[in-house]
């Protein structure tokens, strides 16, 4: 077993400049496909084109060091220099100018990837070292005339693919700042059930299809409304006040990284006037142990959880508010999220982006008081 293990690690260690096919090239057989995957997060990862990501290695002291670039394991995985970008203490970093970084997360990577295996810092993926032997989910027999087509890996069923970049990541103080923890992969709902639906259109131009799995990966930062029915809002009334029931059946808690936060704002329209009840944050506060109790850090210094107030895996949270409703009010109440906490993007200077602003909402209700 140990032996296996060491064989396993050498041949990760390998995989650093391994040759991968251009997203350009995959486009040529699979246009809608490719599409989708071009307003995804997955095509750009890099700190070139998402300004929190390069907001934040822009303070990480391993960019001011020129240590390296760690993120650069699942941000820009087919990088021609990867191993010269995870070295650390040689000056390389990030380059705009690199072709191969700007594949960000390449559609070749994800469906090379045979199984992930458990880490420390992270998990990791195992990548077939046939370059043109790729992995998928559709079932039956599948061909193409540039690449082979591999469709009884599970991990592709049940999202185990995901798991080398989305279960956990520690920072170097064994810290996990950010994870999945919550998540059931083997449950009804999983990485690929919600994330990459079905939709309508042909697979490839090659092999046709009536509908193929989406690429668009929705999530925080993309199309939102296809989760939607995950999350859902109901009002229960009583005599002094009245609450808003969140129904969160995803299999993670609602944010999973610390500088997310979700938000549920609710509003009552009476006799013509609007009243804003004070909004509900919901997010994970990260930080060290002092002295005097906790304080705030940045995710590479932290330590120890402060807070947590997300809503956690399959979990119906309420929330109550101290109003007394009345006859012919109309509640209206959103739950959504935000990239960044409002201190955070102010901490990384994002503050003014519209972006980061953007209340993304992915349930909306209206109640009308009888």
Known sequence: MKNLLLIMMFGLLAQANMHFEKNKKCSECHPQIFKEYMTSQHANATVFKDPIHGAVYDKHPQKNKKQKYRCGKCHTPTADNLDALLKPKNGVIPDINNETQNEAVACAYCHRISDTLPGKAMNKNVI?????????????????????????????????????????????KGFDVCSTEDNNMNGKNNC????????KGSVSNVTKSKDHTFHGFPGIHGDISKLSKYVTLSLKDSKNKFSIVVDHRASHASTLHPLRMSKLVVTIKRDGKVIKMKPVNMSKTIGIKTKNGSKKTPPWLATKNIADSRIPANTKKSFNFDFVLKSGDVVTAKFGHLLMKPGAAKKFGLQDNKEVKKLRVISKETFKIK
């Not at 798991?163 to 990541?169: D, R």
């Not at 690929?192 to 939709?199: E, G």
């Open 192 to 199: 690929i059930t919600c994330h990459m639906p079905k939709v």
């Open 128 to 172: 077939s070292k046939e370059p043109k032997k790729y992995f998928g989910n559709r079932k039956g027999n599948a061909k193409s005339e540039f690449h082979e087509i591999v469709t009884g890996n599970k991990g592709f069923q049940t999202g185990k693919l995901c798991m080398g970049c989305h279960m956990h990541k520690a920072n170097k």
